[in-house]
């Protein structure tokens, strides 16, 4: 008979992991030491703006098969929503100059070839320069592998890398960037066509598998915080959380989808991330212009990217270690100028708040790629989950989604 799986954390990862199981008819238990699921994928009600926002914007793309599959899972979807075809919108705030990227739907891309599907200014074969990331040696960085300036750099390969990896493109992995660019924008239009969860990320990713997994039994358990793990030879045989000890019965398993510094303090001796990059979300009470892209790309500015949701519009800083220290006030203030002066909305400060993640992924370096560990430990019962993993991608949803899939996987065998 299978035994139950315990997920230690209620993350993307950890719901993943524990939709594939229940959907599969087995036993799970899930616990979060938070008092809410999602980790940073979340949504919340903030009392300053009266309105419910999420912790950080985060863009899908149509390729990200793993994350399509859980939406789908959870019915949920109908709230990621994007253009019928592959389009991005920027903006040169240093020059005014503005620009809609088209890449075509398959594979061949001709698209560099017609003026008005491309950055301005850059001609086809400029785009050939990054042909280095997919051809780079291990453990070569994106600045080893490629000319990290000019036009093209910095109106498209700098601001995509920079968002896809968090960390500044010319010492990060380019093993990291050519798996991104191999699975979007190398597969074509069809792959890379953005999606934004229109109600927020609690009402795309969360609350739905919420509900799916208590319909099942399986609602996490809150405020569980696991203090250590026994373990007997090959397997980890209990789960002390402080107020219960649980003794695990000898088919079950254990999925650890916590954090690194958590993993690490549980399972002592562990490699993992440990160096970490910082992300800056703004956000502004205020209705878009009509005609507002969904998103939008700002290079020459503070801000990067400016997504519109009803009633709001939102702005994210990857990389942003710099500003973790800069007075919150300050940056509102610094941000809405460009954003004002992006949409032609007025100047006055609109209510507001801004959210700093210190460490919101793991640096996208070739060291820490290296610390990155499997899915599997030495204990033939308890495996590891979380976009901090080896899952051959930067850490993103999908990552997250693929490491929760990839454990599941494993849990079935260990059982």
Request: proline share 6%.
């Amino acid at each position: 008979m299978s035994g139950t799986t315990h997920i230690i954390g209620a993350g993307l990862a950890g719901l993943s992991c524990a939709i594939r199981l229940t959907d599969e008819g087995r036993s799970v238990a899930l616990y979060e030491a938070a008092r809410m699921a999602g980790g940073r994928c979340r949504s919340y009600y903030d009392s300053s703006l009266d309105l419910s926002i999420d912790n950080g914007n985060h863009l899908l793309l149509s390729g990200n098969a793993a994350a399509l599959d859980y939406a789908r899972r959870i019915g949920s979807v109908g709230e990621l929503v994007g253009p019928k075809d592959c389009a991005f919108d920027f903006l040169d705030t240093r020059d005014g100059a503005r620009w809609r990227l088209r890449p075509n739907a398959s594979r061949l891309p001709w698209w560099i070839f017609v003026r008005d599907r491309r950055v301005p200014g850059a001609a086809p074969g400029d785009y050939l320069g990054a042909l280095g990331i997919l051809v780079a040696k291990k453990g070569a960085t994106i600045g080893e592998a490629m000319t990290c300036s000019g036009l093209l750099y910095e109106r498209l390969w700098g601001p995509v890398l920079l968002s896809a990896l968090n960390t500044e493109p010319r010492e990060s992995s380019a093993a990291l960037a050519a798996a991104v660019l191999r699975e979007t924008l190398a597969a074509g239009g069809a792959a890379c066509r953005p999606l934004v969860a229109r109600r927020g990320l609690g009402t795309a990713f969360i609350e739905p598998a919420l509900a799916r997994l208590a319909a099942r039994g399986a609602a996490p358990r809150f405020a569980a915080r696991l203090k250590g793990i026994a373990f007997s030879g090959e397997r980890a045989i209990a789960l002390d959380f402080g107020d219960e000890n649980i003794m695990l019965a000898e088919n079950d398993s254990v999925v650890l989808a916590v954090p690194p510094w958590s993993a690490q303090e549980l399972l002592p001796g562990l490699a993992a991330p440990d160096d970490f990059r910082g992300i800056v979300n703004a956000h502004f009470k205020i209705a878009p212009p009509p005609g507002q892209p969904a998103l939008l790309g700002m290079i020459g500015s503070l801000s990067e990217w400016l997504f519109a949701f009803e009633g709001r519009l939102s702005v994210t800083i990857s990389g942003a270690d710099r500003l973790m220290d800069e007075p919150r006030e300050s940056l509102a203030e610094r941000i809405w100028a460009e954003v004002a002066s992006a949409t032609g909305l007025p100047a006055a400060l609109p209510p507001w708040q801004i959210v700093k993640e210190k460490r919101a992924t793991f640096a996208a370096t070739p060291a820490q790629q290296e610390r990155r560990p499997g899915a599997t430990t030495r204990w033939r019962n308890l495996l590891l989950a979380g976009d901090w993993t080896a899952t051959g991608l930067p850490a993103t949803i999908e990552g997250a989604i693929r490491s929760g899939y990839r454990a599941a996987e494993l849990a079935k065998q260990s059982a």
